[in-house]
C-alpha cells in the first residue's frame, strides 16, 4: 500500500467531514494506481434532527452481478428510508445492497442511490467503505488488482480460498491422532477448529483460544496462502432436535450471542496480524435446516424448533454472524446446508433455500456476505453412490420408492451438494458461490463396502445390496457402527465443489452414549444409546450408535480406531 496516498486520503477525508462530502480520487490522476472502488457520499439536505444523503458508488475491480456496499457511523445516524437500493441497518453499520434492476456492475460502472436519515448531536460523514468487503477510497485495499499486495497483507478474497493454499493442521487434534495405532497416517490432515462455546474463544479447560490457533497458522502458514477452518456454533437455543449437542445459550439469549459471542470472534479475526490468513467459517451447523423439517405439524415436529422458529433467533443470530464476520476482508463464510438425508426431498429443498435466502438477508446482511455452503457436517452420507442412481428403476418401481431413499431426490452428498447450488443461485445468492462437502467420516470402506449392484429381485434389495452407506437409516447421526474416513482434504475436486474438507475432526464423539453430569451445556440425547429403538425423523430404526461413547466433542479412541479401519479410499 502507499502511504503517500493514504495519507492524502485520510486527509481529504478531514475536509470531506467539513463540507459533507467524501470524495472520491480521481484514479488517474498525479500517475497514482486506481483505487478498487470509489464512494462519493453528500449530504445533500440537513435540519436539525434528520438529513438526505446521496451516494454514487463506482467500481473499478471486475465486473459484478451483485453488489453490497457497507459504512459503519461515529455518531447515532438512522436511515430511515431510501432509494435505487435495499438498505439495512444494525446498531451502526449500514448496508446498501443493489435492487434487481441495478445488480449488474461493469468495471468502471456506477451506480447511484439515496435515503433518508435522522441524528441528534453530529452528523459526521462515515470514514470508511466497503464494497463486497473490499475497502473503497483506499490504493492497495484488498483486491486492488492494480496494486501488489503488502509483504503479509491482505489480498482480498478469491474465488476459492482453498484452490493453491495450505490448510490448517490443529495441533490440538493432530496429537490425539498420532496418539493411536497407526493415527500418524493422517495426523497431519487439516480439519476444522469448533467455537462451541464462548469460553473456547479464549481457550476452555486447557486448550488453545481462537488466538493460539491464529498464530499457530501464521507460524504454519511460511510464505505460502493458509486457510484457516473455523466452526461458528453457539447459536441461542442450538440443535433444538438433537440433545446431545444442546448449547449453553437459552433460546431468548440473542444479545448475549452476538455481543460475548460474535463481536469478541470478529474483533479477533480482524486484527491485522492475521490479515494474511485465508479464514473460512462455517456458520452454524445444524440450526436452519431445523427450522424447515422439524417444527409445525410433520411428524418430526419437537417443540424446541417450534420455539425457535417463533422467535426468529436461529434467522437472527445467523445473519448477525454473516454480516459480521463478512465484514472483515479475509473471512470467507460459508452456511451450513444440512445434508440430502435431511433436506433433499421435494419438500424440503425449495423451502431450504428460501429460508437460507432470509437468513442471509437479516440483521444487515446481504447475500454477498455468504460465500457458499457446507453440507454434510458431522454426518454420514456417502459422497457418491456408484452403484446406483436416482433414475433407475427395477422390478417395475423407481429406486425412489425404495425404503432406503424414500422418496429423497438424491441419492449422494455430491449430486445433492451441486443440485443445492443451482438452487440456491435460483434464490438470490451469487452465481459464484461454492460448496463445501465434509467428507470426514463417509468413506464406509471395509469388508462391508459392497463391490457392485444388489439383486434385482425388488427395488430394496438393489438399493441395499449396493449402496456404501450401511447405516439403518439416513437420519442416524450419532457415532455410527461401520463408518470410516472419508476422501482426504482436497481443494477444487468437482463442479462447483470448493473443496472437501473434514470439519468434523474424525475421533471426537457425536455424543455420549448415556448421560453424563457435565458443565458444558450437553444433553443426553437417545441416537446416541446404542439400544434406541429410534424415533419418526430416522423412521424408528436402531440408533447404529456405538457403545461407551463420551460427550459431544471429546476423544472417542475406539470411533477412530474404526474410522480408520473402515477408510475409503483405504489408508496405506
Known amino acids: 500500500m502507499s502511504r503517500t496516498r493514504t495519507a492524502l486520503l485520510a486527509a481529504m477525508a478531514l475536509v470531506a467531514g467539513a463540507t459533507g462530502t467524501a470524495f472520491a480520487v480521481d484514479p488517474g490522476s498525479a500517475g497514482i494506481a486506481a483505487v478498487p472502488c470509489t ?40 436511515v430511515t428510508s431510501g432509494w435505487n437500493a ?47 468487503g473490499v475497502t473503497c477510497n483506499v490504493d492497495g485495499g484488498p483486491g486492488d488488482p492494480t ?3 503488502d509483504p503479509g497483507g491482505p489480498t482480498g478474497r478469491v474465488n476459492n480460498p482453498y484452490e493453491g493454499a495450505k490448510v490448517y493442521v490443529n495441533p490440538e487434534w493432530s496429537a490425539n491422532a498420532a496418539a493411536e495405532p497407526g493415527g500418524s497416517r493422517i ?20 486448550k488453545m483460544g481462537l488466538r493460539a490457533h491464529l498464530d499457530e497458522a501464521l507460524r504454519q502458514k511460511g510464505s505460502g496462502e493458509l486457510v484457516v477452518q473455523l466452526v461458528i456454533y453457539n447459536l441461542p437455543g442450538r440443535d433444538c432436535a438433537a ?59 419437537v417443540p424446541q424448533c417450534d420455539v425457535m422458529k417463533a422467535n426468529g433467533n436461529y434467522v437472527k443470530g445467523v445473519g448477525y454472524a454473516l454480516n459480521k464476520l463478512g465484514d472483515v476482508p479475509n473471512v470467507y463464510n460459508y452456511v451450513d446446508a444440512g445434508h440430502h438425508g435431511w433436506i ?46 436416482i433414475n433407475d428403476n427395477v422390478a417395475g418401481k ?3 420408492e425404495s425404503k432406503w431413499i424414500d422418496w429423497n431426490r438424491y441419492v449422494d452428498e455430491q449430486s445433492f451438494a451441486q443440485g443445492l447450488r443451482n438452487q440456491l443461485v435460483s434464490a438470490g445468492f451469487p452465481s459464484d458461490i461454492g460448496m463445501l462437502i465434509d467428507t470426514s467420516r463417509n468413506g464406509w470402506g471395509g469388508t462391508a463396502r459392497p463391490t457392485g449392484p444388489g439383486a434385482t429381485t425388488t427395488v430394496d434389495t438393489y438399493v441395499d445390496g449396493g449402496r456404501y452407506d450401511r447405516r439403518f437409516n439416513a437420519g442416524n447421526w450419532c457415532n455410527q457402527s461401520g463408518a470410516g474416513l472419508g476422501e482426504r482434504p482436497k481443494a477444487a475436486p468437482a463442479a462447483g ?48 450408535a456405538l457403545p461407551d461413547a463420551p460427550l459431544s466433542g471429546h476423544w472417542f479412541s475406539a470411533q477412530f480406531r474404526q474410522l480408520m479401519q473402515n477408510a475409503y479410499p483405504p489408508l496405506s
Open 39 to 78: 464512494v462519493d457520499y453528500k449530504i445533500q439536505n440537513q435540519w436539525s434532527t434528520g438529513f438526505t444523503a446521496a451516494v454514487t458508488l463506482t467500481n473499478n475491480s471486475a465486473a459484478k452481478s451483485s453488489w453490497s456496499l457497507k459504512w459503519s457511523y461515529a455518531g447515532n445516524q438512522k
Open 86 to 132: 435495499k438498505l439495512s441497518q444494525s446498531g451502526a453499520a449500514v448496508t446498501a445492497a443493489n435492487e434487481t434492476y441495478n445488480a449488474q456492475l461493469a468495471t468502471g460502472g456506477s451506480v447511484s442511490f439515496g435515503f433518508q436519515g435522522s441524528y441528534s448531536g453530529s452528523n459526521a460523514v462515515p470514514a470508511t467503505f466497503t464494497l463486497d
Open 147 to 149: 496494486d501488489p499486495p
Open 187 to 206: 495426523a497431519n490432515e487439516p480439519t476444522g477448529v469448533w467455537l462451541d462455546r464462548i469460553a473456547a474463544i479464549n481457550g476452555a479447560g486447557g
Open 243 to 301: 440433545l446431545a449437542s444442546n448449547g449453553e445459550l437459552g433460546p431468548t439469549e440473542i444479545d448475549r450471542y452476538k455481543t460475548e459471542y460474535i463481536d469478541p470472534i470478529k474483533a479477533i479475526l480482524a486484527d491485522s496480524k492475521y490479515s494474511s490468513l485465508r479464514i473460512v467459517t462455517t456458520v452454524e451447523i445444524d440450526s436452519l435446516p431445523n427450522l424447515v423439517t422439524n417444527t409445525g405439524s410433520r411428524p418430526t415436529a
Open 344 to 389: 433433499g426431498w421435494d419438500d424440503n429443498f425449495g423451502a431450504s433455500a428460501t429460508l437460507f435466502k432470509e437468513a442471509a438477508s437479516a440483521e444487515g446482511a446481504t447475500v454477498n456476505d455468504v460465500h457458499g455452503f457446507i453440507t454434510n457436517t458431522a454426518n454420514y452420507s456417502a459422497l457418491k453412490e456408484n452403484n446406483f442412481t
Open 398 to 400: 423407481s429406486v425412489r
Open 497 to 544: 465443489i470448493d473443496a472437501y474438507v473434514w470439519m468434523k475432526p474424525p475421533g471426537e464423539s457425536d455424543g455420549a452414549s448415556k448421560q453424563i453430569p457435565n458443565d458444558e451445556g450437553k444433553g443426553f440425547d437417545r441416537m446416541c444409546d446404542p439400544t434406541y429403538t429410534g424415533n419418526p425423523r430416522n423412521n424408528n430404526n436402531m440408533s447404529g
